[in-house]
C-alpha cells in the first residue's frame, strides 16, 4: 500500500511539472480562472495562500490578541476559513454581498448588530484529492481581552460574579459541515447544529470581547467507536488487574458487576457486588455541553479534533447590546476598573525613617 501511495504522490508531482510552466494554465489562474481540480492550479493556489498576505494576517492577529494560547497551544491553518456578517450599512471600501452580507477581515470590530445572525461560512481545503469530501466542526467561543500587553497580565472576557472571575463562554458549535475544494461554499442549514447561536452580548464598562471562530477537521466514525471500545478495554482490565476473580460459589443467576477492593487492616480483603451494572456511557459525546464549562482545549483532545482553520472578529458594547440582552433574557450589568493602590519602593524607606 505504501508503494502504491509514493507513486501516486510520484504522479501528481509529475503533472505539476507538466503544467506548471504552461502559458495558459498561467493566465487563467492570473485571471481568476481557477479550477483545482488541476495540480498546477492546486499548487499555485496553496502557495499564493501560506505565502500571502492571508496566512500572514490571521496568524499575527491571534498571536497579538493571544488567541492562542488562551484556547489553543498552536496552529497550523490547513483550510482558508472565511466569513459574511449581516451588516447592511458598510464602509464603501468593503466589499458587499447580495443582501447586506460582507466579508470581514481577521480581527476586525464589527457592531454588536452585525453579530446577532449566525454568519455565512466558507471553507476552502487545500488538498489533493478534490473528489472527496471531508467533514468539520466550527466553534465559536468568547475568549477575553487583555489588561496590559506589557505585562502579559490577560484576562478572560465573560464575567463569573459568583465567584468573583472571569471565564469563557461558548457561543456556537456546527458539527458535520462537507466541503472539499471544489465545494467550498457552506450553505444554510448545512451540518448538524450540536450548540445553538448565542448573539455576543458585551456588559457595559468592559473593553472589546474576543469572538475567535475555529476549523476542526472531524476523525472518522470509525476511529471514534475504535477509540472508545478500546478505552472501555483498557478500563475492564485496570479493574481485573485490581481485583481477584469472583469465588465460584457464588450464584450465577445474579449478574456480577468487576470487583472492587476495599482496603482493610486486617488479612481478609473486603470486596463489593453489584447485582445491575449501570449502562456505560461513552467518553466521546456530542450532547450535554455547557457554554459556561466548555474547555476547548480537554475536548479536542477527547474527541480527537484537529484544528486546521481560524478566524477571529470582535465586539464592544453599544447601544444595541440591551436589546439583545433583551430578547436572551440576560439581565444586563455594568462593571468598572478599580484601580489598585500602589506603593512606591521609596515608600517603605521613608516609614522607617519616620
Sequence with gaps: MEYINELERGRYVQLIFRDINN????????????DLRLPAHQHLYKKNWTEGVYVLTIMQRLNTMKIIPDSLHSLNPKVEFRLRFHEKKTPSRLRVRKDGWRDTSPGELLPS???MKPPRMEIIPHYRDWWESRKYTVVMMDLGNYSCPLTCSYVLDVPDVENDSFTTKLHWMVKDIVASPIK??????????VVPYLPPHPFRG???????LFVFEQPSGEWLESRTLAYQQHKEQVLQQQSP????????????????????TSSTTLRTYATESSPRKSKYAWDNLDRDKFNIRA?????????????????????NVPIILESLGIQERAFKKIKSQETH???????EAS
Design 23 to 34: 502559458p495558459e494554465v498561467r493566465w487563467r489562474f492570473k485571471n481568476g480562472d481557477i
Design 345 to 351: 519602593p521609596l515608600d517603605f524607606g521613608r516609614t
Design 184 to 193: 467550498t461554499i457552506i450553505e444554510k442549514g448545512s451540518g448538524q447544529t
Design 113 to 115: 448588530k452585525a453579530l
Design 206 to 212: 468592559m473593553k472589546y470581547h474576543r469572538y475567535p
Design 245 to 264: 476473580p469472583p469465588s465460584a460459589t457464588q450464584s450465577t443467576d445474579i449478574k456480577v458487576s468487576p470487583l472492587v477492593s476495599i482496603p482493610n
Design 299 to 319: 475536548w479536542a483532545n477527547q474527541m480527537g479534533m484537529k484544528p486546521v482553520g481560524a478566524h477571529l472578529v470582535r465586539c464592544e458594547w453599544d447601544a
